[in-house]
């Protein structure tokens, strides 16, 4: 007889969350290589699309297929009580999750996706309840927080954590044979419009506030023929937007990018793209960028985090001012539209002082395009993230917590003034 296994998303703890095209893309990478080995049962917290969330107006997808969740406001756990801000639950009521389990047989494993640290109080929940309903399944976590945090997460009361992307012990712990040519188990969703993909691992850079060089190692290009199918898949099922989850998804573009792309506009595929975990400017050649807008990219997110060339030598050279007004160039002159073309600074990060984060901004904002602070989360295990034990104790996961660090680095003042900044700064565009 099959498996018969449970896949979670968890529910988000935290000031603020936005369905910002996320989906728990390394659960169900997981479970499509086991593609008809077990039976799968799908519950995310987090499905907008869920018959509780989709009747809620506040709540529907604007054009690109992100928007709010569902949430309700509760107390501040007491390490972040000084923070100014409500502190809130958000996702399906956890009510729903227990008569889900009171109604299914048992299951003999669950998987539990986890993505941020500081998100760690969802998991925990997740487990109790399955503890409660389903006694004998074995809970089983991967994903960001159990690799990044891996002592605090075996504390939680999971069965088995999978750390990093080695997952042949997890074949093992389930005594199941993998396929890894299957694509991601998109299809557990009832409806679908939002899908993911990732055409590589790891980056080239090795930036001092970022865990992707220790985790991924080497830049390494998934197979083409794999990401295809993965895009059929998804084009099959209905999706509508696609976000890619890459680290460096423009780095050596000749051999994924490019390919991939020009595959899209031969099968004739309409949808659009989106890359919200942000694009090395570095690479936007004039080529690159034809490409990109003609094969259905919408949204252009680019990691810039500040213009100050002191910061941007110490911190890793990713990425240059003068490279980020080119690139910019290219992608206007592609075509792409200057509203939907983002630069990310990061807000609270330990050099402010050398970061001249007003002044970067004013800089963004002289190309035409958006500027968005992406609030720093010290991450364990980072040279920047060590540093800033000086200020929290970054054992404990919920001080990674981007709203909470800019707050006790800056102050509240400081970083609202920055923020209201922000804000009118994209007004005059
Ligand atoms: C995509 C992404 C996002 C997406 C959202 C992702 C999501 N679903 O929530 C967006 C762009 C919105 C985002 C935002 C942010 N992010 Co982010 N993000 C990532 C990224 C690139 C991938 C995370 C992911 O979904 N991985 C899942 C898949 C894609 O990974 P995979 O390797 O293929 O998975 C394999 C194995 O890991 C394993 N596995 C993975 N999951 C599971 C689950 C189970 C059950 C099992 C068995 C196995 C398993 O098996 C998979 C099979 O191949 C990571 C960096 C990275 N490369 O991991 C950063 C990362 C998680 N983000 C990070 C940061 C800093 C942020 C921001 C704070 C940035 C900012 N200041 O705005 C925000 C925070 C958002 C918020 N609301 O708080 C940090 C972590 C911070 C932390 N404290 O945890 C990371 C690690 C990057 C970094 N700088 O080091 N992010
Ligand atoms: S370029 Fe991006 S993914 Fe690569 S190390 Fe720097 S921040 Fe991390």
Redesign the pocket.
Known sequence: MKPRIL?V?PP?Y?F???D????????L???G?LREKADFVLFDY?DRLDPFMAGQEQLKSDLCGRGRFYFEKITSPECLKNIPRHFRRFGLPRSLFGDFLKNEKPFDFV?????????YPGVREVIEDIRKFHPNAKI??????????STHAGNLGADFL?Q??N?EP?WKYLDIIPDLNQPALWEIYKELKVG?L?LA???PFS?T????PK??GKFKPRSLKHSLNELELLYRLGVENV?F???ALLFEAETVLIPFLEKIIKNKIKINFHS???LNARFVTSELAKLMVSSGFKTF?LGFESASSQWQKQTGSKVFSDELAQAVEKLLAAGADATNITA?Q??GHPFIDIQELEESMRFVHSLGIHG?????????G?PD?EYCRKWINIDE?LM????AFPVIMMGFDESNRLKDLQRQLNRTL
Not at 20 to 27: A, I, Q, V
Not at 111 to 119: G, R
Not at 209 to 212: E, F, G, L, R, T
């Open positions: 896949l998303n988000i935290d603020a969350a936005y910002f095209w996320l989906k728990p893309y390394g659960m990478s997981v479970a290589y987090l998987l539990v996706q986890t993505t941020m640290t500081y998100w089983i976590l991967g994903g960001n927080y159990v690799t990044l945090c999978v990093g992307t997952l997890l993911i990732k691992d790891g980056c930036c506030y970022c865990s992707v985790v991924y976000a989850y890459d680290d919200p975990n942000a997110y990310y990061i807000l968005m602070l992406a609030d720093f989360s010290p991450i364990p980072t993230g996961p990674h917590n981007k709203t």
